[in-house]
C-alpha cells in the first residue's frame, strides 16, 4: 500500500478524494478513510498501482512500510 497527499477542503469526502485523483472506491482502503493532518491537507491509502496512476500534479505519494516489532 501507498499513502497519497492531496490538498482538498475540510470538508471533503474519501469520496471527493477519489474523484480528484481519478481513482475508484477498489482502489482505495476504506478503513483506513480520508485522514485530515493539517487544515486543507489529508491522506489517504492506495494500492501500489493506485499509487503509480496518480497525477503528481494533485498529490504527492508515500511509501506504506509494514511497521512491526523488533528484536529488541
Do not use: N
Not at 25 to 54: F, H, K, N, S, W
Amino acid at each position: 500500500m501507498a499513502l497519497i497527499q492531496v490538498r482538498l477542503p475540510p470538508e471533503a469526502t474519501l469520496s471527493d478524494a477519489l474523484r480528484l485523483l481519478g481513482l475508484s472506491d477498489e482502489d482505495a482502503d476504506p478503513d483506513y478513510g480520508l485522514v485530515a493532518i493539517a487544515p486543507g491537507l489529508q491522506v489517504l491509502r492506495v494500492t501500489e498501482e493506485a499509487a503509480r496512476r496518480v497525477s503528481r500534479d494533485h498529490a504527492d505519494v508515500f511509501s506504506d512500510p509494514r511497521i512491526e516489532p523488533g528484536d529488541g
